[in-house]
């Protein structure tokens, strides 16, 4: 058995479109007994309203939570201290951001940035009025009003964080250094009793590196961010190009 995972945004969908290709190869992938697992930086209520029907498990908020069959099999959530510390950090940047907890995310920061995350889940997940008090965080977002600001945040965070632009909006969602979907993808691996050599991952951005790394297979798609592409063993084509469907071929997996 194998087990493959994905990360959405890049290369499993554009916003919530998947491909027909990419459809057809996980539904071949199951129906030849493979497990796939979506391997995102997105909350869990997102990745199961919409891509449920793709997978048998999922990894989320950058790889600090991980569930298998709506069972939670790796939980592990930003301590206070270091929540805190970013937090006094983007605010003195002036720097929008959202912090997620399981079911929502809660903003804080300039008003006028607000709705450029406002736009990036579902409705009513977005939370105004941050309250850190009592919350169980995992991982954050950010937005900025232009490409120097963004810069200064992450020259600020560049200790703490690896950062993931959206591209299409000045916003980026941010991993926290010490967990990632790399430890995930391993956690999932033992848990499953899955051989490190049947795992593959799929991915795009910055903070797919890590997950392609702990991969006994990373496959980096051709619309990929550089860096992520100089960390996998192999490079598909693009999203758009049937770039799922191709990385699974060369692989003989369907």
């Known amino acids: 058995m194998n087990i493959i995972f ?22 071949t992938l199951r129906d030849n007994g493979d497990l796939v697992f979506i391997c995102t930086g997105r909350n869990v209520n997102y990745v199961k309203n919409n891509f449920h029907e793709y997978a048998d498990g999922f990894i989320c908020n950058n790889g600090r939570l991980a569930y298998y069959n709506d069972e939670v099999i790796f939980d ?3 301590d206070e201290l270091t929540v805190k510390t970013i937090i006094d950090k983007l605010n003195e940047l002036k720097a929008g951001y959202v912090f997620h907890t399981k079911n929502h995310g809660y903003y804080d920061g300039p008003d006028d940035l607000a709705e450029i995350l406002s736009i990036t889940g579902d409705t009513g997940y977005l939370k105004r009025g941050f309250d850190g008090r009592d919350k169980v965080f995992y991982n954050f977002d950010i937005c900025f ?4 600001h963004y ?3 992450k020259k600020e965070l560049e200790d703490l964080c690896i950062f993931n632009p959206h591209g299409l909006h000045n916003s980026a969602d941010v991993t926290v250094i010490g967990t990632d979907k790399g430890d995930a993808l391993k956690a999932v691996a ?7 050599g049947n795992t593959y991952a799929f991915g795009d951005g910055m903070n797919d590196i890590n997950m392609l790394k702990a991969a006994g297979h990373g496959i980096a798609m051709g ?15 693009d999203i758009d190009d049937d770039g799922v469907n191709n990385g699974l071929r060369h692989y003989k997996l369907i």
Request: with cysteine.
């Open 145 to 148: 009003y232009d490409f120097d």
């Open 190 to 196: 033992d848990k499953l009793d899955i051989d490190a």
């Open 151 to 153: 810069e200064a945040i």
């Open 223 to 237: 619309n990929g961010q550089k860096l992520c592409k100089e960390a996998a063993e192999y490079i598909t084509s």
């Open 6 to 27: 994905f990360d959405i945004d890049g290369t499993l969908a554009t916003g919530k479109n998947v491909p027909e290709s990419a459809r057809n190869a996980i539904r």
């Open 76 to 78: 592990a959530p930003l």
